[in-house]
């Protein structure tokens, strides 16, 4: 199952988004492929704000499973996430789903 994962970066964070970034991201590349895409969110001045993933799991437990273990979750950067399920019919132009 595919899911897109919305996360919001509390007031100020982003000195301690970037403290927390070389941990984020090593716990993306040991997701692997499972990672379908995955950015940051910008606001009208291009400074961070947030994050954005499509994310492959097998089901939503397994979602919550990684966000309890997330370092921008552990360690106070996301504040609010939503999760939502996705049906990736396009990858990179390219069809792959239904």
Same mark, same amino acid.
């Given at each position: +199952?595919?899911? @897109?994962? !919305? #996360? %919001?970066d509390?007031?100020?964070? %982003? #000195? /301690?988004? +970037? &403290?927390?970034?070389?941990?984020h %991201?090593?716990?993306?590349?040991? *997701?692997?492929?499972?990672?379908?895409?995955?950015?940051? *969110? *910008?606001? &009208?001045?291009?400074?961070? /704000?947030?994050?954005?993933?499509?994310?492959?799991?097998?089901?939503r437990? $397994? @979602?919550?499973?990684? *966000? $309890? =273990?997330?370092?921008?979750?552990?360690?106070?950067?996301?504040? !609010?996430?939503? @999760?939502?399920? +996705? =049906?990736? @019919?396009? %990858? =990179?132009? &390219? !069809?792959?789903? !239904?």
């Open positions: +199952m595919q899911f @897109v994962i !919305k #996360a %919001l509390g007031e100020g964070m %982003l #000195a /301690k988004r +970037m &403290e927390v970034r070389p941990r %991201l090593e716990g993306m590349a040991r *997701l692997g492929r499972q990672v379908i895409c995955a950015g940051g *969110l *910008l606001d &009208e001045e291009g400074r961070m /704000k947030g994050s954005v993933l499509v994310v492959e799991f097998p089901d437990t $397994a @979602v919550d499973d990684y *966000l $309890a =273990n997330e370092p921008y979750v552990t360690e106070g950067v996301w504040v !609010k996430t939503e @999760v939502e399920v +996705m =049906n990736v @019919v396009l %990858l =990179n132009g &390219e !069809k792959v789903g !239904k």
